[in-house]
């Protein structure tokens, strides 16, 4: 069946502009992660979903970021006035039984200039 | 919290020969999973092997085999035979369960295959 996927796979945008990410999960997989992964601080975990509720959001970074996940299956992150520190691939990744394994998109990488 | 070390930024194999990753995490949890992940230079992110803590039996998948060493908080890969498809990045992931089901993983260790 189909895997995890992201779209946009690659995004450019200006400091201060607005960005949503978008992550379709394996159909029935009732979790979902996101993660961020940069040179500097490696592979961070940012947000679970499990179903639309979120019962770990520790990892988000500052209040600019934010995550919904409707009917139990496509999930967005948003970042609210990008800056140059959210350069970064940010990965999503989904699991029919926690916590067994993790199946992961190709990601998106977001460039902010 | 956890936290897993891996502390070899970089190792290189000779095609054909085996390599062992090395893995070290701390955790107050009972139980657990433990992964090994690859990451080829396409990005994508796909598992190699797992591990239940509850499991005293090391997992095995085809040319992969991890030391799981729980007193110790050990975890080490493997690669038997290895093939230029090898050469990625691996990373060690630890994951609790319930809410705590998220993986944190280690730094990652680059690993190059030589023909």
């Known amino acids: 069946g189909a895997g995890v996927s992201q779209s946009p796979s690659n995004k450019v945008t200006e400091k201060g502009k607005d960005v949503e990410l978008r992550c379709d999960p394996i159909?029935?997989?009732?979790?979902l992660y996101w993660y961020r992964q940069s040179l500097g601080q490696g592979l961070e975990f940012l947000i679970y979903?499990?179903?639309?509720?979120?019962?770990?959001k520790s990892g988000l970074p500052s209040d600019r970021f934010s995550a919904e996940r409707t009917g139990g299956s496509v999930s967005t992150l948003t970042i609210q006035r990008t800056q140059q520190e959210d350069s970064a691939v940010y990965l999503c990744?989904?699991?029919?039984?926690?916590?067994?394994?993790?199946?992961f998109g190709p990601g998106t990488r977001l460039t902010v200039t | 919290a956890q936290t897993v070390t891996q502390s070899q930024p970089e190792m290189s194999v000779q095609e054909a020969e085996t390599v062992t990753l090395s893995c070290t995490y701390d955790?107050?949890?009972?139980?657990?999973?433990l992964f090994w992940y690859k990451q080829p230079p396409s990005r994508q992110m796909i598992l190699v092997i797992r591990?239940?803590?509850?499991?005293?039996q090391n997992a095995t998948e085809n040319r992969f085999s991890v030391n799981f060493q729980k007193a110790a908080k050990s975890f080490s890969l493997k690669i038997s035979d290895s093939q230029l498809g090898d050469t990625a990045m691996y990373f060690c992931?630890?994951?609790?369960?319930?809410?705590?089901?998220?993986?944190?993983f280690g730094k990652g260790i680059t690993l190059s295959v030589r023909p």
């Open positions: 992931a630890f994951s609790g369960y319930g809410a705590n089901s998220k993986l944190t």
């Open positions: 591990q239940e803590a509850y499991k005293q």
């Open positions: 990744a989904s699991s029919s039984t926690p916590p067994s394994e993790q199946y």
């Open positions: 979903f499990q179903g639309n509720s979120a019962p770990d």
């Open positions: 159909s029935g997989h009732t979790a």
């Open positions: 955790t107050s949890e009972n139980n657990y999973y």
